[in-house]
């Protein structure tokens, strides 16, 4: 309990992690490099924080049911901050489609099933200032890190501490001295680099999932209302060629998010100009009533996240930690296309698997072992349906992009998966048990695709696949423009 921890970074893994291992009776030190939140409220975080360590900061975020109930669990002070800043519950009833509400009966799980929205701004300054109530967390913020402080032996690296930068020495010295390192810094963190500079090669995984995200924020305008997102046109889909949605934040504000594949070069610096940002999200249907005429305001203009991967690093190869008294947490051990929105939820529950691990063993290699093995089971499997899931859009992208869809096939093989799934699609809009078992998989509550190994979910799933493709792909088929009607669209456009 007397242990020297230092967690780099006080981003969402950051704060997450100080919480976890606080609540474990353990002191902890987060160091940053990037100002604390102003003081004021969420519009002043969101506009005037410069948030130069997190290159996400202003694309929207959302807490599926895993991380809600982490937080409910756990901490539920938090929550009352979160609700008391703006941030919104959207409870399972809410998120049913227009044929399934009329049919809802409450049962037990029901309120697992529920997701947060907020801004991103809105979390970071209300995490910090509870996690600044704890008495065994310690924030320091100016700190610039510039390698680790460790030395070899039996062919791996014990981590002593860290280095700093010589800008910061008058706030901490020239190293700060810990016993375990936790690296929270996030997707662009240095420790791989600095490992292998002293030796150690930690091998990673690293998929580019060919896809830009561009995001632009709006407010209601006062008296006005949000549409619904759950009617005849989803306010999140796949048009094959570009994918959308609608992202609810807190005190009136929203955001839309449009990802295109790097091949749409075309489209792709159209929607870099705000103006025809709106037109190209206002020939969608499903969006079309969140930028009606006198309705909303901008108050950002568009703007685009590249570089989205998922990657995987590994610290223990053949049984054996490369690392001692290092752990990885969130985005800097492994990410996930934002587009799924699991970050923040992987991350948290990341952070209370080390707190788990800390406190059961204070054996470094023991540790190590430890806290690898419960990240292969608990978050491996949600990697790597996101992986998965990359590699399913890109074939779409990059099909719809020759002039082809991927629904026509001459396989016999593929006919049966596309079949199987517009039969899913249709159940999980008709059919209320099939419906909650794909929304706990949503939510991570529960091994991905669990439910579809209950024979109830089987028997409901071939009924639908025996009413044969076409009444199933309503279900599946988004509304909205082809790509040769959006492209002359743009082409036209004033």
């Excluded at 952070?351 to 419960?374: K, M, N």
Aim: overall charge neutral; charged content about 30%.
């Amino acid at each position: 309990m007397s242990e020297r921890i230092v967690v780099v970074g006080s981003g969402i893994a950051g704060m997450c992690t100080a919480m976890a291992l606080a609540k474990q009776g353990l002191d902890v030190t987060v160091i940053e490099r990037d100002d604390p939140p102003p003081q004021g409220d969420a519009d002043k975080a969101f506009f005037e924080w410069p948030r130069r360590g997190a290159t996400q900061f202003r694309h929207p975020h959302a807490f599926l049911g895993l991380m809600c109930n982490l937080l409910q669990d756990n901490y539920p002070d938090l929550l009352e901050d979160f609700y008391a800043a703006g941030a919104r519950r959207v409870d399972f009833k809410d998120m049913l489609s227009p044929e399934l509400l009329p049919k809802y009966k409450p049962e037990p799980g029901d309120d697992k099933l529920w997701v947060m929205l907020c801004r991103r701004a809105t979390i970071e300054t209300t995490l910090r200032r509870y996690v600044e109530r704890f008495n065994n967390i310690r924030i320091v913020n100016h700190i610039t890190i510039d390698g680790v402080v460790a030395e070899g032996e039996g062919g791996h690296l014990n981590v002593r501490g860290l280095k700093v930068r010589r800008d910061c020495t008058e706030v901490m010295g020239e190293e700060i001295p810990a016993d375990v390192v936790v690296d929270a810094s996030g997707r662009t963190t240095r420790f791989p680099r600095w490992f292998q500079a002293l030796g150690v090669n930690v091998r990673e995984e690293n998929d580019d999932a060919e896809i830009v995200y561009y995001t632009r924020h709006y407010k209601l305008k006062p008296g006005v209302e949000e549409p619904p997102r759950t009617g005849k046109d989803r306010s999140a889909g796949d048009l094959g060629y570009i994918k959308f949605g609608v992202f609810p934040g807190d005190n009136g504000h929203f955001a839309l998010i449009v990802c295109l594949h790097k091949v749409e070069e075309e489209l792709r610096e159209a929607i870099k100009d705000g103006d025809k940002f709106d037109a190209i999200c206002r020939s969608i249907p499903g969006l079309a009533p969140w930028l009606q005429e006198g309705n909303v305001e901008p108050t950002t203009p568009s703007f685009g996240i590249g570089d989205i991967r998922a990657v995987w690093r590994h610290y223990v190869e053949e049984g054996e930690p490369l690392v001692h008294n290092f752990f990885a947490v969130g985005d800097a051990a492994l990410r996930t296309n934002p587009l799924y929105g699991r970050g923040c939820s992987t991350s948290i529950l990341h952070a209370h698997i080390l707190g788990e691990t800390l406190t059961q063993t204070s054996d470094p290699r023991a540790r190590a072992l430890a806290y690898d093995a419960q990240t292969e089971e608990r978050l491996r499997p949600i990697f790597q349906t996101s992986l998965t899931e990359d590699k399913n859009g890109i074939k779409r992208s990059l099909a719809v992009a020759d002039g082809h869809l991927l629904e026509e096939s001459d396989s016999w093989k593929k006919r049966f998966g596309l079949a199987f799934g517009d039969a899913l699609a249709a159940a999980a809009r008709y059919n209320m048990h099939v419906n909650r078992g794909l929304m706990r998989t949503v939510n991570l509550l529960e091994k991905p695709g669990a439910f579809l190994e209950e024979a109830k979910t089987k028997r409901i799933v071939l009924f639908y696949m025996l009413r044969g493709r076409s009444r199933n792909a309503g279900a599946r088929i988004v509304r909205g423009p082809s790509r040769d009607e959006m492209l002359d669209m743009v082409r036209r456009f004033a």
